[in-house]
């Protein structure tokens, strides 16, 4: 069984629902980030995903594009985010990566080359922004030949004909972008989120995870209600940049936060 | 003269249903845009083929742009040249200057059709900002412009324009603060206001129907030039040369010349301060194939596939991507794409000021100054034409503090 496919049936036994934050890898330097990823482990993290830092990241925000733009001042490569994973699972062999990130970082590696080396470096799925279905037959099979997942988002916009299309094409889980804008943005309707999770959950088995719009434990809590799995990135990342200059701070600034939505998760219950 | 965008092709009917040109093009989107660019491809089916929209799109065209262009003979040029006989297509003669207004009359016209009452826009140098601002004056839309900080300051009087013309023009602050950066800020816009927003793109890029749309938009240039080159010396010319940045006035001269196999085709980029320096906008020439801004095509990025910052004297050109079916014209062999200096560009641009009292756009320098090494090449009787995309106005400041002139 794929780690994220464990992840989701023994927290679901538990009756905990699945907290997944995100970070940008290499923000605001290389060094701050493997050691991070455990510490989040410890304060609750149940999925890490690293973004994989690129020059024109257009779904995001100010405060994500500004995170690429910290890391890249580091050269921060795919290469190199692979490397941050395997050192991450030196130490811890069970909590599952996700990379989010664009997709021409990987084809600047070739697909063939990138699965293989993010099998290896212990990555468990693939989440590629720019990337719909209808373009993603070849990537996808090369992540399939590795046992990667491939997930992929649907969107306030998607019609019932999309979500059916995405769903038979994702594995691990669904991302569900709980906004019509991009990552950090206000507004998070959380009826209108119930309703479209509904909608996803009649035509597919795969864990429903919720993001974009989350920004504390309190709406975390309101959209873990009605999904699997809660991500939380914007919110987190806004912490790198208030201490981009003392970066000996953002772990205790970043887990804080973490323990605070993992509180209000498990309260909830 | 028809200006019908149903053109009937062959051997180069593409894109495919997906928007593909060979390998090239696609939708690479993030998932809340797909619908909306399927909404976008259905409307402009529907537009492409009623005859009642092409009326109103060919009155426009012809009463406020003022079409068609004229094809002029450059003749002193050609002749202080001595070889091949040049033609210009005289696209800096349309309202607002450039070939850019073909394309957002078109796209104003479907916004206005799909009950779209505000359009956004990117731009780089500012003519397809203040194109866009024209159009969404004469339709009374609410129009916003994204253009790069850095752009703004190098382009102070097209600002203003577009703020006359009562668009509002917002200062992008990310990445290198230039053009590809005010196409990331549209995209995060449209995908925030997409319900109400239609998305004026002002070149043959971006995720499909862009690059189909954008060219049907401009094929007019083409159809027009090969007639009037017909009517002219009574046959096809020799060879086209258009300048490409990403491409939307060479591939509207280009296209309707695909099928007559004996004109050659060259797409001119910008070469900057040299093909073997890190400063140039030369993507076809130099760039490998990847996939940003919606749509897989030639790029110019660094080994871990980072898109690079690109310098041209022509803030038109200085773009790090190209139209996807340029890179498949490019890799069948259809069309060459080569490049030139800042430098010979500005040769070029001082050259038909002088001799044929047009001030002609740096970007469509470089087409000029690849079109007299051409023709210098080639004998008397052949025939070449050269888009002249826009007007040279806009560039005086730059051209004068280039040379130490203060103005």
Redesign the interface.
Known sequence: MSRIKGCFESLRRDRHKVLIPYITAGDPQPAVTVPLMHAMVAAGANIIELGVP??????D??VI??AC?RA?EH?V???QVLAMVREFRARDDHTPVVLMG????????GYGEFARVAREAGVDGVLT????P??AEALAGELRAQQLDTV????????TG?IAK?CAAASGFVYY?SL???TG?GGLDIGAVAAKVKEIRAMTDLPIGVGFGIKDAASAAQVAAVADAVVVGSALVRKFAEFSAQPEKIQKEVTALLAEIRGALDAAK | MSTSVNVVLTKHDLPDERGHFGPYGGIFASETLMSPLEELRLAYERFRADPQFLAEMDADLAKFVGRPSPLYFAERWSKQLGGAQIYLKREDLNHTGAHKINNTIGQALLARHMGKKRVIAETGAGQHGVATATVAARFGMECVVYMGSEDIKRQAINVYRMKLLGAEVVPVESGSKTLKDALNEAMRDWVTNVDNTFYIIGTVAGPHPYPMMVRDFQAIIGREARAQILEEAGRLPDALVACVGGGSNAIGLFHPFLNDTGVAMYGVEAAGEGLDTAHHAATLCKGRPGVLHGNRTYLIEDADGQIIETHSISAGLDYPGVGPEHAWLKDNGRASYVAVTDDEALAAFHALTRIEGIIPALESSHALAYAAKLASAMDKDKIIIANLSGRGDKDIHTVAAREGIKV
């Open positions: 690129f020059s024109d990241p257009m779904a925000g100010p594009q500004a733009e890249l050269h490569s795919l290469r664009y997709l021409n970082p990987v084809e600047a590696m922004v720019d990337m719909p209808e373009e992929f988002l649907v969107a306030p916009t998607s019609s999309r995405i972008v019509k804008g991009v943005a």
